[in-house]
Structure formats: structure tokens, C-alpha cells
């Protein structure tokens, strides 16, 4: 027989590799070895107790790899009888009747002395298998060269070449031990920064989640601290080994051991990565709400396909709807369709839900067939060249293709009445004036202010624009006609009938024109921040605040401060307050109004055909009422 060849080298300089100190190693080994000659105090040599102790080392620190000595039996067997298939024996251990092991469950191992018997090497265990299995094995059970590893007395018997180790790390340990603590310690002995280390960590760990999805975790792990090393320590060799890259299981009872291998085109669902990009862009409950539509319509058009074209779809869809200026990842399947209209042609590209085409501006019922009142027709002013349905016929122009908000058609009443204001005012004018019209009242500016005011209004994304019809219980319309000239903007209330709604959402678009065309160009968005912010201001300034701003700015006493809230619980609205806007003194009712009026957040409920056709003055009735002066763009 053969002396042991120690594989302390070996170990040593694998443990150098993956950064385990030599310690370690060492307190291991010599435990091992102590607890080996505790439990084998006769009977074993000691290159036998030397190869088991290193053996014991290296399938606890490098579990993924084969032992690369070579540990051989401590006695060789006898041979036996063919007749008599018992189970071989050693120098004074004791074996029992093969009847007795099995009826008892498990076998036992008992020294010479009268010891206890031993349980805690797993390895010098026998194995309870059947009478009827040993016998059908035959002579080729104590054959040294037999393929099939019998019992685990046979185990140390490295005669056929060893399998990989694919048991998983929850149960004996991660097969590739990581050097994030070896590749920290060597960057806080270089002085790198740790905010620039940990930020590399976290673009190689996206890099490699995104690219490398289908290989295991601990190759992802091992690629994304090799890309680390080599950014910071490029002339140096990372020491961490590759583990295998193909995702593997311990094979189990009754289950085939062969590794399940995934076909080449198979495709793997994005959300994680989108779930990323949406948390990023704060629009994770959104994200989140269209997949789940996304996946239901992917069941209905594909549900003889497989899984795979089913995601595929819908990661498709949900790509194009919130991240379609970055290339989609994925790769279609190049199989996958059974019993499905796109088996022939491929997967189109998904259009999005059927639910969420109109995201925003659902268009509003058609009216153009409805019956005007006559009360819309009549008008003081004249009788416009045109009739009513050449009015209605006016080509529309929609918008243009970037813009993501479909164009809704206009109520009849509001074309009615925008033919009616177009012939009594623009022939005075000329081709320059456009007009912007919003149920009740229109406002008259320059066409390139028109287009303007549209390029903002459809600056909004659909979300930002849902949001704010949320809040006001509405949905808001557009329409351009005559060639980009004129812009209609109108409300529809969610619920039939909810003339609270309605009128909120008129005086919303109204306040955001007179805004737009007194301080400068803002989105909707922008518009409805801004309100919300004032009224939350407003609401979060307790009476206490307020006297207490007050005093600061007036100097008053809290005797001052009495006598002042007493003469305002008196006088009520009626008291008189200063207008800054106006540079006058009147009642704080007449402020009110005038704030209302200035802000657009008026909720009158006025009649609509009434109001559509609007106040207009006469061309020859040389009256020079105020009201009657057309309001004219700043």
C-alpha cells in the first residue's frame, strides 16, 4: 500500500486564492484531527487519520471541488462467500445480522471495549438497504473497481472520477465563497473611497443582473466581484475561482438526477428589471397596475401558447407604455405558438389593453347627429355666411404623432358656436386672430399663441393629466380646427349629471388660460400644483399663526389684537379690507370675488347653451359699455 501524499500544499495555496487565512484552516485541521483519534482511538494509521483529516478540510472550505488525494481504506476486505452477501468487516468491529440491521432502521457500529457506538462520522454508517438489493448485487458489491458506490465504508475509494458537487449552498455551504471582504480590505488598504467602491458594486450588479440572468447565483456573484476587482485592481489576480455557471439541484428520491436544462430561446419574464426602472421614476403603483392588464390580455390572445410568449407580450406592452426610449431587452421566443393568428407572422407588437387605449381623453359622446336647441342657433349677432352643418364639416386637424393625447370630438353646440363667434369677429380682425375657446367663454389671441398655448397643454404626459381629472372628478377634452387656428377645451363630468364636477373642471381650464395668458406659458400640471399648494398653505395656517404674523407686521398688543377681533366678527363681510391688485380699499365680500374671478376657481352654474354663444356686442351699435370690450391677449 501506498503512503498518504499530504495535500497541505494544496489546500494552502487554494485557501491563498479565495482569501481564507491559514488560521482557519489550521484550527480546523486540528480539531478534525482530535476528533478523528477520539473516535478511532485503534485500528487506524496514521496516514489514514491524515488523509481523512485533510479530506474533512477541503469539503468544508471547498466543497465545489474534488478531493485531490487519494484516501485509501483502513483494512482491506475479506473476501467472502458468494453464497453469503453479508456486509464486509474490519478488525474489531462487530457486525451484525443482516436481518437485525434492517428490522432495526439503521445499522450500528460498535468497538472493541465495550464502547458506545459511534454516530458522529456519517461516513462509517451502513447503509439499511434491502436483503433482496444485496443479493441481486452479487459478487461485484466488494469489487474495489465496482462503478456504483455502495454503503459508505466504500466512499473514501476514489477509483472512478469524482461528480461535481451540486448540493445546495442552504445545505452545506455556498459552492463559490465570495471575496467582497478580501476586496474591501484591499481597497481600504489602497485609500479608495468606499461611496466609490460601493457604487461600483451596484453598477456591476445591475449589469450582471440585466445580461445574465439565466446563470446561477453564485457565477452572478463571482462575475460582478471579478468585474469590481479588475476596475480597482487591475494588474493584480482576482482570487476567487468560477463556479459553475448552469444552475443545478441535488438530485432527490424518485426524481430523475439529470439537470434540467433550459431550451436556447426560452425567454425570461422583465419584470424585476422593470419594477426597477418604474421605482426610479416613482411610477411603481402604476407600472405594477398596467402589467397585471397587460398579462390578463396576454392570456386571452395567447392562451394556447406558451408561458413564455405570454410574458414576452406583456413585458412588451408594459415596455412600450412607460420605458419606449430605451430598446426593449427581451428577445421574442422563436417557439411558443400553438393554435394562435400569430404562429405565421410572429409577435406583432402589442398595442397596450383595450381598457387603457384612452388613458386620458376618453372621447366624449358623439353629438354631431344630436338636435341643436334652437336657443344655440339664435345669436345678435349676423347671420354667418356659412350654415350650421358646412360649420360642422370644418376639416379637423389632429395631433400631431408625438403628441400621446387623442383628439376628441367637440360637442355640436360648441362647434355651433364657435362658427357663430369666427364669422363676427375674425373678419375684423384678419387671419391672424385664433381663438381659444373653453365652455362658456372664449378668448381671442394671435394664432402663434394659440399653437403655443396647445404645445403645453399637450406637454402633459396622460398620468400627470389623469391625476388632476381624478381629483376633479372629470376628464378633459381638446379639439384643433381650421388648420391649427382655433383650440376647444371642454370637460366631461365622470358621472352623468354631476354638474359640480362640470363646472369644476371648466373653471380649472379657464384659471389656466387667464394664467397663462398673464404670467407666461406653464403646463396643466404645473397650474394645478401651483393651486394645490396655495389651498394646502391656506389650510395648514392655524388662528394662531395668523395673529401671530399679524402682530409682527402691525406691532399690535393683545389688547389691540381683541379689539380687532371683535370689530371683524361684527362686521362680517362687510368689513373693509385692501385690494393690492386693485390699489383700493373695499368690503372683504367684494375681494372674494374678485380673487374668484382672478383665479379662474369660480364654481357658478350658469347655463351652458346660454353662455356658449357668449355675450357679444354689435359691429354698428357704437356702444361703449365696458362689458361689451373684447378681451384681448397680454
Known sequence: MEPYASQEKAIASKALRQGIQSSTIQSFFHDSLAQLRRDFPSGRSSDWLLSRAEYLVWERFFPGDPFPGKIGLPVFPTPLPQSSPLIKTEPGIKTEPMSEITNSGSASVTLQGGDLTVRDWVHDRFDSDHVEKLQARGDDLYRPTYNENFGRLSRPVFETPKLPNFRSSARSGTVYVSQSHVIRGKAEAHGIDRHKLEKAFEEKTAFVETNHQNKSHDWQKWAIEAAVWARFFEKDKFPGIEPNSRNASAPSRGVSDKPVLRQAGEYHSKERIMEELA???????????????????????????????????????????????????????????????????????????????????????????????????????????????????????????????????????????????????????????????????????????????????????????????????????????????????????????????????????????????SFGMVTPSFYWNEMRTTMDSIADQSPGDCWKEYKEATGATSVDCLLVEEAAKREGKLRMVYDEVADEVVTLKELLKKDRYRSGAGSGARPRNAQMLGNKRKLDDGSSDADQTKRLCI
Open 279 to 517: 421605482i426610479k421614476r416613482g411610477i411603481r403603483r402604476e407600472f405594477f397596475q398596467y402589467l397585471q392588464r397587460a398579462r390578463d390580455q396576454a392570456r386571452a390572445e395567447h392562451r394556447h401558447c406558451t408561458s413564455e410568449i405570454r410574458h414576452f407580450v406583456a413585458d412588451r406592452m408594459t415596455w412600450d407604455k412607460f420605458f419606449s426610449m430605451l430598446a426593449f431587452i427581451g428577445v421574442e421566443p422563436k417557439i411558443g405558438h400553438f393554435l394562435c393568428k400569430d404562429d405565421r407572422t410572429g409577435v406583432s407588437p402589442p398595442k397596450g389593453p383595450a381598457s387603457m387605449v384612452q388613458y386620458v381623453h376618453r372621447p366624449a359622446p358623439s353629438q354631431i347627429g344630436a338636435n341643436v336647441p334652437a336657443s344655440a342657433v339664435q345669436s345678435n349677432c349676423p347671420a354667418p355666411s356659412q350654415t350650421v352643418q358646412a360649420v360642422m364639416n370644418v376639416p379637423v386637424t389632429l395631433a400631431p404623432p408625438e403628441v400621446r393625447h387623442p383628439s376628441s370630438q367637440a360637442p355640436a353646440e360648441m362647434l355651433v358656436a364657435l362658427g357663430n363667434i369666427r364669422n363676427a369677429y375674425i373678419k375684423t380682425e384678419g387671419d391672424k386672430c385664433g381663438i381659444v375657446m373653453m365652455s362658456p367663454d372664449p378668448v381671442f389671441c394671435e394664432v402663434a399663441k394659440v399653437n403655443e398655448i396647445f404645445y403645453y397643454f399637450s406637454s402633459d404626459d396622460s398620468r400627470s393629466l389623469a391625476a388632476i381629472g381624478e381629483d376633479l372628478k372629470c376628464v378633459l377634452h381638446y379639439h384643433r380646427t381650421s388648420k391649427s387656428r382655433h383650440l376647444l377645451l371642454w370637460a366631461t363630468s365622470v358621472v352623468d349629471g354631476d354638474n359640480t364636477a362640470l363646472n369644476r373642471g371648466q373653471a380649472f381650464l379657464q384659471g389656466w388660460v387667464k394664467r397663462i395668458l
